[in-house]
């Protein structure tokens, strides 16, 4: 995990096993805060619900399709969401609603305001849920990098309007 300052607001993105989706959308959303934003301090960081994959890195077709964006996710590994997590970071964004409830059912009240979905930053899918790439083919994971490059922008919008 990432180290936090006091001072910074942390992210963390969610989906199930932490090797498609969310480490998809920790490495879109690094690529465009360093584009557009590069002077904001932010801690980022990605897990998963379930603990199918810690330690694998990103799926290899994530990867690739990453690649082609020129966004590199390969350095990244899958972990579990910890307690500490829900603590840690100021936006804990889920891919789905199931990883929604998986998250709401394992943490305390006060934090479940911070549990979203990344879609509610889209101006184009609203709320809409990002879905799971893993048993489709290469055309799944670039839908699913569009839908996160449109939510991420939204959520670097924010960012940049309260820092």
Known sequence: MPDRKD??????FVCMGNICRSPLAEGIFRHRLAERAAH???TIDSAGTHSYHVGDPPDPRAQTAAARRGIDIS???ARKVVEADFERFDYILVMDEDNR???LQCSQPEYHAKVRLLLEYSRANPGAEVPDPYYGGPAGFERVIDLIEEATEGL???LIQVQ
């Open 75 to 77: 350095m990244l590994g």
């Open 7 to 12: 001072d910074c607001p942390g992210i963390l």
């Open 101 to 103: 409830r998986a998250l």
């Open 156 to 158: 670097l919008d924010e």
């Open 40 to 42: 904001l301090k932010v």
